[in-house]
């Protein structure tokens, strides 16, 4: 007789009652388990596009179960888009100073590479050890600039060879994402010197991002926010243009159309061809600039969206402005992909496939765009 049926054997004659209740209902739990999916992130594949500029924002920082990450990017790779924009917190992957925890990181990165996608990694998000008490988690203040700056050095040697390219920031032109507090042009200069010796530091071919703006038209001394033309012109008098080998940009074209002049008193897809004048005013035309928010929303009840048809429209026209008229383009990533679940309002606008991978037209369009073939929606 085998150790585990004596066992069997004893529990049945000698253990009480409750014992035998407790180890029936852990049988049953055990049996009523469902077997877990195996999730492999190779082999490695190639994205087959005809526009290699063509990009999305994944948004996979809350999504859990690993299948619905390596789903999520296949299905990116196969609509032909191989940029993809991440968030990665600083706050989930560093509790506390100095003790990293990368693993759902390291999941999203592999399945990302093993999809043959290049990843834009956004770091943010401060962790209450960084930050002063009844703080957000967006509040940084100088006494924390290292401690971000340190993070990023790490991120960067961990993740080197897999990620190419950090964002640092984002949107530090808005009060909310500056922890409530009045934007400061100068102060997150200083925190992108710091950020960008770190990463060089960790490895000198990573390519540092300055954070992508939040297109608004605040006027000066607005609480709330700042003009992004305004806060990125006094970045450069802050010295920032050599603390940065890229510019993120954010880009939303709202109820206008794609090929709508730009214009300073205007928020339109073509903004961001004022930041790019920028660059180039301020010697830094060689620089390439990288889309990692834009689109637009076809939510019913949004006073900004369009129809889904002009959506559809809008979007390819601005992948072919990337592509063909927009040599300082390097990427366009729309937002957003898929959220894990519904936002149950105009965000859901924004999605291009649902959160049960249901493939809304936009989708399916823009792989056909990708493979060059005609379109079947429009022309209904």
Known sequence: MSGSDGAVRW????????ARVVVSLWVVWMLSVPPQRLVVP?????VETLNPKMGVHTRLTDE???WKIQQTLAMVRQMGAPWVVE???????EPSPGRYQWGHADVVVDHAVAQGLTVLARIDYVPEWARPEETTTRYLDEAGY??????????VEHFRGRV??????????LSFEWGYRQPDPEGYTELLRRAYLSAKEANPDVIVLAAGLAPTL??????????????????YDAGAGQWFDGLAAHSYGLSFSADEPPAEDRLNWRRVELLRDMMVANGDGDKLVY????????????TKAVSSYDRIQNTVDAYEMALHDWEWCAALCVWAFRYPWPARSFQDGFTLVTPEFVPKPIYSELVRYAQGEPFEYLER
Do not use: C, K, S
């Open 291 to 302: 889309i990692t928010e834009a689109g637009w929303n076809d939510h019913p009840r949004w």
């Open 11 to 18: 529990i049945r004659e000698r253990a009480p009652a409750w």
């Open 42 to 46: 190779g082999p490695l594949r190639q």
């Open 87 to 93: 968030y990665f917190p600083w706050a989930y992957y």
């Open 64 to 66: 859990v179960e690993e």
């Open 218 to 235: 605040a006027p000066v001394g607005d609480p709330w926010g700042m003009d992004e033309l305004i806060f990125m012109q006094r970045m």
């Open 146 to 155: 290292d401690d971000y700056a340190a993070f990023v050095g790490a991120f």
């Open 164 to 173: 190419q390219y950090v964002i640092i920031w984002n949107e530090p032109n």
